[in-house]
T-cell receptor, first 118, second 114 residues
């Protein structure tokens, strides 16, 4: 069975600090997708990134960066120079199957509540 | 529409009553998903439609829950004999059958059973 663990439950930082959100996953599949979603107070889940299990190249997009390490089953997310608008709940998620990854059900972690103080 | 629309946004019902929750996906998205999110938890999968048919309903908790998508677009999640434990936010998402992006989620329906 698939499992996603987000050990951190709440993180509070001061604006402009860097913050890393941890995610560890378990799956017996050899091909899978990993996702990060953001859920602001409005409640809507906002897609941030998707990575497939064959692509361990880490990526930077603006203030966001991701570190995918298959050897440790981790998919961590870093926000550089955090801003108040980054305050939200962040979810890591896993889907099985490579060729149907976009359509397979997601298994979510419990989420990390990030508070960025001015 | 531009995004996934869910109605109503809030629903309060009495224990034992029947409710229907509606999801209007992005036009052209053939895949549609229902998830349930309890307070302080991540969303949990309920059911997945590809077109009109339910491709995977393994997440439905029991036979009080049922979902349809008769014309391959709008979907309705139906809950019979509601219980207080059904209180949660019900999220709908849609995606292209073959796409590189992630799912697009709606804002959800907050169901409260009193």
């Amino acid at each position: 069975a698939q499992k996603v663990t987000q050990a951190q439950t709440e993180i509070s930082v001061v604006e402009k600090e860097d913050v890393t959100l941890d995610c560890v996953y378990e799956t017996r599949d050899t091909t899978y997708y990993l996702f990060w979603y953001k859920q602001p107070p409005s409640g809507e889940l906002v897609f941030l990134i998707r990575r497939n299990s064959f692509d361990e190249q880490n990526e930077i997009s603006g203030r966001y960066s991701w570190n995918f390490q298959k050897s440790t089953s981790s998919f961590n997310f870093t926000i550089t120079a955090s801003q108040v608008v980054d305050s939200a709940v962040y979810f890591c998620a896993l889907s099985e199957g490579f060729y149907t990854g976009a359509n397979s059900k997601l298994t979510f972690g419990k989420g990390i509540t990030l508070s960025v103080r001015p | 529409g531009a995004g996934v629309s869910q109605t109503p946004s809030n629903k309060v019902t009495e224990k034992g009553k029947y409710v229907e929750l509606r999801c209007d996906p992005i036009s052209g998205h053939t895949a549609l998903y229902w998830y349930r999110q309890s307070l302080g938890q991540g969303p949990e999968f309920l059911i997945y439609f590809q077109g009109t048919g339910a491709a995977d309903d393994s997440g439905l908790p029991n036979d009080r829950f049922f979902a349809v998508r008769p014309e391959g677009s709008v979907s309705t999640l139906k809950i019979q004999r509601t219980e207080r434990g059904d209180s949660a936010v019900y999220l709908c998402a849609s995606s292209l059958s073959q796409g590189a992006g992630g799912y697009t989620f709606g804002s959800g329906t907050r169901l409260t059973v009193v």
